[in-house]
């Protein structure tokens, strides 16, 4: 098992080499955020089509190119990851019937608004500095925490699907931060968990 400074370091030299595209990370989520909560056509559909890039994206470059090297158990964490862009893509974006958007979904936007615009801010209040954040669509928290949030709001065939990997994600992260102490171990898994109970909730009431 890896200790907290050569966890938290990987991450420090990971944000270091992909700067500054966390900024346009950051603004695309706040676009993603904006779109659907104005929930205009294909709304979903764009959004959708852009968490299944950022998967992607997250998956090679951190957890099969970065992570791996502390942490062997990374690169099947980047199939799962690759396998989560792939089914939004089968059940969010090829489908002709676009995602409604489910009756006080809008709290899951909040979610997802929370993922992209406060998680890079536990650092801080970690104590660990802005070298460590976490930011969405480069790291895989808050991406997760994200796709939950905008699963929350909208509704499609078989998207239950789509809840598992980035569920299980949250629990292995919540895992590890909580084994290497650090003081944020249960954010991950909470904010998962509310993402979870509006879905439901909002499930019944469609």
Known sequence: MFSPR???R???TYNLALWPLQILTLLVGVGLVCLLARARPNASRIVAMVLAALWLLVGWAYLWSHFSSINWAATYAAYGFVAQAILILVIQVIP???GASLPGGFAGVVVMAVAVLLY???SLIAGRGPETSEVFGIMPDPTAIA????LAST???YDVLL???PTLWCVVSTITLFTMGDSI???PLSMCLAGLSLAIDKRRGA
Do not use: M, S
């Open 185 to 187: 171990w249960w954010v």
């Open 155 to 157: 509704r499609q065939r």
């Open 120 to 122: 890079p801010g536990l």
């Open 6 to 8: 050569v966890y938290f």
């Open 96 to 98: 002709r019937r676009t």
């Open 163 to 165: 809840f598992v990997i």
């Open 10 to 12: 990987q991450i420090e």
């Open 147 to 150: 796709t939950i949030g905008f």
